[in-house]
């Protein structure tokens, strides 16, 4: 089974920075996309981040110039660096990954469990 695990989740002050990551395991024969979702307490879910297997990049507004992504494809691992955090930012982060798992085969979008983002005033 594919299982995506995140990490580095935590509780920062307004001003500081995290790094997320979230590694996949399992057969997967090729990715997609990755990217990063976020769910703030009584708020929708909305896209933060993501990346293609070409490396190109899309970010929601609120994220731009404060947060990267990036991803190493052959470990099936992505990353957010989030810059400049603020309280707005806190949330529960679950990574993305859109893989096929052969050859030829249809694309399976996989979550990981989530990992929560605190920023304090």
């Known amino acids: 089974q594919v299982q995506l695990v995140e990490s580095g989740g935590g509780l920062v002050q307004a001003g500081g920075s995290l790094r997320l990551s979230c590694a996949a395991s399992?057969?997967?024969?090729?990715?997609?996309?990755m990217g990063w979702y976020r769910q703030a307490r009584g708020k929708q879910r909305e896209l933060v981040a993501g990346?293609?297997?070409?490396?190109?990049?899309n970010y929601a507004d609120s994220v731009k110039g404060r947060f990267t992504i990036s991803a190493d494809n052959a470990k099936a691992t992505v990353y957010l660096q989030m810059n400049s955090l603020k309280p707005e930012d806190t949330a529960v982060y679950y990574c993305y990954l859109e893989v096929a798992l052969r050859g030829g085969g249809p694309w399976f979008a996989y979550w990981g469990q989530g990992t929560q983002v605190t920023v304090s005033s």
């Open positions: 399992g057969s997967i024969f090729s990715i997609n996309t």
């Open positions: 990346i293609s297997s070409g490396g190109s990049t």
